[in-house]
């Protein structure tokens, strides 16, 4: 268990939809990413949050958005979804600002239809 | 554009024979790199981290190599076991993280 928590576990929705997804650090982690993994695009960086502000962008669309909250739990907001949105999301933390040792979560299936 | 390369998408070897996956990069200068392990559905979990300034760093049964002039890691398991099953993700960290598509080691008994 790497302490950081993830919910829901699966999604279900349709096209078009808006979902939450949210994640939970471990205890004293500052940093929380979050990641993408379908199968035939490998793991790919969305985005990092450090400490409550934007510290990195990576692959993400303009549907998506997310957050820091104060209590350091994260979420990201998935909208007009479509099929190919379909993928693992997974959240991972780290205590620093800098991406080294991340731990990630158990991931949220997502599955549009 | 950058690039994250491993060797193979999948490696069978037999057990307690070592294993070495291989991951190269193009454009890009990263300022560490990762190895991560990620068994079906669970999310990757962080085995070692080597600086760019570092060749080498070892951890038990595991050792990664790191040749910036290569552009190269090698990421060896000794004695492999069957539990050693899984995908091996390398990771390239700078202000980001970029991951490789993974090798999917079998060892078989």
């Known amino acids: 268990d790497s302490g950081v928590t993830q919910t829901p576990k699966h999604l279900i929705t349709a096209t078009g939809q808006r979902v939450t997804l949210r994640c939970s650090p471990r205890s004293g982690d500052l940093s929380v990413y979050w990641y993408q993994q379908s199968l035939d695009q490998g793991l790919q960086f969305l985005i990092q949050?450090?400490?409550?502000?934007?510290?990195a962008k990576g692959n993400i669309l303009e549907r998506f958005s997310a957050q820091q909250f104060p209590d350091l739990h994260s979420e990201l907001n998935l909208s007009s979804l479509e099929l190919g949105d379909s993928a693992l999301y997974f959240c991972?933390?780290?205590?620093?600002?800098?991406?080294?040792?991340?731990?990630f979560g158990p991931g949220t299936r997502l599955t549009v239809l | 554009s950058q690039k994250i390369e491993q060797n193979s998408e999948a490696l069978n070897i037999q057990e307690g024979k070592t294993a070495t996956l291989t991951c190269n990069y193009t454009?890009?200068?990263?300022?560490?790199l990762q190895w991560y392990r990620q068994d079906p559905g669970r999310g990757p979990v962080f085995l070692l981290l080597?600086?760019?300034?570092?060749k080498e760093k070892r951890k038990e049964r595991l050792k990664v190599t790191f040749d910036t002039t290569l552009k190269q890691s090698l990421f060896h398991i000794t004695a492999s076991q069957p539990a050693d099953s899984a995908t091996y993700l390398c990771?390239?960290?700078?202000?980001?993280?970029?991951f490789g598509a993974g090798t999917r080691l079998t060892v078989k008994p």
């Open positions: 080597i600086r760019e300034n570092e």
């Open positions: 991972a933390s780290s205590v620093a600002e800098r991406p080294d040792e991340q731990f």
């Open positions: 949050y450090y400490n409550g502000e934007e510290r």
């Open positions: 454009n890009y200068s990263p300022a560490y």
């Open positions: 990771a390239l960290g700078n202000n980001d993280m970029r």
